[in-house]
């Protein structure tokens, strides 16, 4: 496993654990969509890349069939990736 496929893995972990306050729906796309907020599907690895995209287009359809707006699940999971920065970088090393 790549280092980008681990850190997606635990990202999404931290989103599972984070993301209760959210409908369920919401909380699914915003789990789809962590990767493109966080690495913006440039991670040099052309499958992972790929599967980011895919993943960032099943969140917005995902979504838009829930009627919840792509910018909302955006917002939210760039709110999870940042709580998920700050807590790593508040451990010691």
Do not use: C
């Amino acid at each position: 496993m790549s280092e980008f496929a681990e850190v997606i893995e635990e990202l999404r972990a931290f989103a599972t654990r984070n993301s209760m306050i959210l409908s369920p729906e919401l909380a699914r796309a915003v789990w789809l969509a962590i990767p493109s907020v966080r690495f913006g599907g440039d991670v040099f690895d052309a499958e992972l890349n790929r599967q980011i995209r895919l993943d960032r287009l099943a969140a917005e359809e995902y979504a838009g069939y829930h009627g919840i707006k792509a910018d909302r699940v955006e917002h939210e999971a760039d709110f999870i990736v940042g709580l998920y920065l700050m807590e790593r970088d508040a451990q010691p090393a």
